[in-house]
């Protein structure tokens, strides 16, 4: 059964902490994604990795960084947390056609 | 740039009943993917049902059926005899095909709340 894992449902963060979103998943996918989830935005990509050490930005990647040391794991950084990253963040890989989620984090910067 | 548009932000249906969830979206590609997602509330989201812009044919799954006009750039998704587990966000997504691959990358639409009432 296809396994996608983030390391936290909820996490509450003060400002200008550096915060480690984690995400791991058991189907030797190559893909992975960052989302982030707003109300009324749906889903929008921070970014994405296409191998090991490979990264590309989606479409909001200000104030965000990736790590991907290795296949199955793929880290979202935020360098200083902000009010305005209280999200939930998503993160996916990719089969053939379909995409696979994890559970989601909760983030609440205050 | 392509982009998706839910016009809808919440609807309801009764138990066995019909409802259809609207979608449009914008391209000048020729080749691409067109998804469903259902997020079902504090759980994982999960694909519901593809569409190839290269068939003709609307794709169905079992309950769940759509309507593709690739003309008008509408993809609607229809869930027939409605049930209480049917209650989720549903969020349709655009994915843009490469040859025989695909980018991975998809665009989501606003969502829409369904929520199926006894």
């Known amino acids: 059964d296809v396994k996608v894992t983030q390391s936290s449902r909820y996490l509450v963060k003060r400002t200008g902490e550096k915060v480690f979103l984690e995400c791991v998943q058991d189907?030797?996918?190559?893909?992975m994604f960052w989302y982030r989830q707003d109300p009324g935005l749906g889903l929008r990509l921070i970014y994405f990795?296409?191998?090991?050490?490979?990264?590309e930005k989606g479409d909001i990647p200000e104030g965000y960084s990736v790590s991907r040391e290795k296949k199955e794991r793929f880290s979202l950084i935020l360098e200083s947390a902000s009010t305005n990253q209280t999200s939930m963040y998503l993160c996916?890989?990719?089969?053939?056609?379909?995409?696979?989620f994890g559970p989601g984090t909760r983030l609440t910067v205050t | 740039a392509q982009t998706v548009t839910q016009s809808q932000p919440e609807m309801s249906v009764q138990e066995a009943e019909t409802v259809t969830l609207s979608c449009t979206y914008d391209?000048?590609?020729?080749?691409?993917?067109l998804f469903w997602y259902k997020q079902p509330p504090s759980r994982q989201m999960i694909l519901v049902i593809r569409?190839?812009?290269?068939?003709?044919q609307n794709a169905t799954e079992n309950r769940f059926s759509v309507n593709f006009q690739k003309a008008a750039k509408s993809f609607s998704l229809k869930i027939s005899d409605s049930q209480l587990g049917d209650t989720a966000m549903y969020f349709c997504?655009?994915?843009?095909?490469?040859?025989?691959?695909?980018?991975?990358?998809?665009?989501f639409g606003q969502g829409t709340t369904l929520q199926v009432k006894p």
């Open positions: 391209t000048s590609e020729n080749n691409y993917y």
């Open positions: 990795s296409y191998d090991v050490k490979m990264k």
């Open positions: 189907m030797d996918h190559e893909n």
């Open positions: 997504a655009f994915m843009k095909r490469h040859g025989s691959s695909n980018t991975g990358k998809l665009i």
């Open positions: 996916a890989t990719q089969g053939h056609y379909e995409q696979y």
């Open positions: 569409q190839e812009a290269y068939k003709q």
